[in-house]
């Protein structure tokens, strides 16, 4: 069964940086596609980043030009790079990893934007 374990999440001020991780273990499948949503209190999911095996990245508007996503294959990581964070950037974020066709999540990490 896959487990993805997450990190990094906390209080951070407005401008300021967090770099999330986060790392699947139990399968010896290869992963696909790694990435992270986030959900807002009464706010749908969506999705920030994603990267693929071969490297190529996407991201959500909102977070383009401040937030990197980048992976280790040989480790089975992936990080979330936050840089000038904003309030709106709050909310519970979630990795998952594509591995047998199925996506599996991490459990969630909190990441609060206040001054």
């Known amino acids: 069964q896959v487990h993805l374990v997450e990190s990094g999440g906390g209080l951070v001020q407005p401008g300021g940086s967090l770099r999330l991780f986060c790392a699947a273990s139990?399968?010896?499948?290869?992963?696909?596609?790694m990435g992270w949503y986030r959900q807002a209190p009464g706010k749908l999911r969506e999705l920030v980043a994603y990267?693929?095996?071969?490297?190529?990245?996407n991201y959500a508007d909102s977070v383009k030009g401040r937030f990197t996503i980048f992976r280790d294959n040989a480790e089975k990581t992936v990080y979330l790079q936050m840089n000038n964070l904003k309030p709106e950037d709050t909310a519970v974020y979630y990795c998952?990893?594509?591995?047998?066709?199925?996506?599996?999540w991490g459990q969630g990490t909190q990441v609060t934007v206040s001054s």
């Open positions: 139990g399968s010896s499948g290869s992963i696909y596609g």
């Open positions: 990267i693929t095996s071969g490297g190529f990245t």
């Open positions: 998952y990893a594509d591995i047998g066709g199925r996506r599996n």
